[in-house]
T-cell receptor, first 111, second 113 residues
Framework: GQQVMQIPQYQHVQEGEDFTTYCNSSTTLSNIQWYKQRPGGHPVFLIQLVKSGEVKKQKRLTFQFGEAKKNSSLHITATQTTDVGTYFCAGPGSNTGKLIFGQGTTLQVKP | ETGVTQSPTHLIKTRGQQVTLRCSSQSGHNTVSWYQQALGQGPQFIFQYYREEENGRGNFPPRFSGLQFPNYSSELNVNALELDDSALYLC????????????FGQGTRLTVV
């Protein structure tokens, strides 16, 4: 069945270092969404990318959607302790049309 | 805050029992989706309700069922609980059944013992 994979599963960085998580889908996606879940919290919508090759920025966060619309990345510049959490990508399921989430990348930031 | 509220926040049930979880969607949203999130995993789609009708279902057995009411609030029912049903159950509301931004509630943490 359709799968959405993320790497790495965990990332520990020193505050101020950069961080990148990668998302790969087994099928072409009409769009991809990114969510952040703080420890003990619920997923919070960050952004949606729709166009092939699209790049969007939110302050220190840069999101990219691959040309083939099968992969995406989230890059955080100069991490801060407030960036701690698990970052999920999600795309529409080919059978259900609903969201299929990756397993997430958990970011730890050492002050 | 997203305006999506779930109740209860925590619940402990015994294997074999039945449970009902509730979700109030954000004002104006007519679509509710339910997800199961096991520890350390991403949310897994259970089903979606759009205008009181089931509109898509994930790979979950029939003992997982749901309802959506005229005010677009929703219930998730799980019968014959199993230990593996222990998870965070998330409700997400959106405007329309197509894949749009999902607003998640804080979730219900279900523990089956």
């Amino acid at each position: 069945g359709q799968q959405v994979m993320q790497i790495p599963q965990y990332q520990h960085v020193q505050e101020g270092e950069d961080f990148t998580t990668y998302c790969n889908s087994s099928t072409t996606l009409s769009n991809i969404q990114w969510y952040k879940q703080r420890p003990g919290g619920h997923p919070v919508f960050l952004i949606q990318l729709v166009k092939s090759g699209e790049v969007k920025k939110q302050k220190r966060l840069t999101f990219q959607f691959g040309e083939a619309k099968k992969n995406s990345s989230l890059h955080i510049t100069a991490t801060q302790t407030t960036d701690v959490g698990t970052y999920f990508c999600a795309g529409p399921g080919s059978n259900t049309g609903k969201l299929i989430f990756g397993q997430g990348t958990t970011l730890q930031v050492k002050p | 805050e997203t305006g999506v509220t779930q109740s209860p926040t925590h619940l402990i049930k015994t294997r074999g029992q039945q449970v009902t979880l509730r979700c109030s969607s954000q004002s104006g949203h007519n679509t509710v989706s339910w997800y199961q999130q096991a520890l350390g995993q991403g949310p897994q789609f259970i089903f979606q309700y759009y205008r009181e009708e089931e509109n898509g279902r994930g790979n979950f057995p029939p003992r997982f069922s749901g309802l959506q009411f005229p005010n677009y609030s929703s219930e998730l029912n799980v019968n014959a609980l199993e230990l593996d049903d222990s998870a965070l159950y998330l409700c997400a509301s959106s405007l329309g059944a197509k894949n749009t931004e999902a607003f998640f509630g804080q979730g219900t943490r279900l523990t089956v013992v």
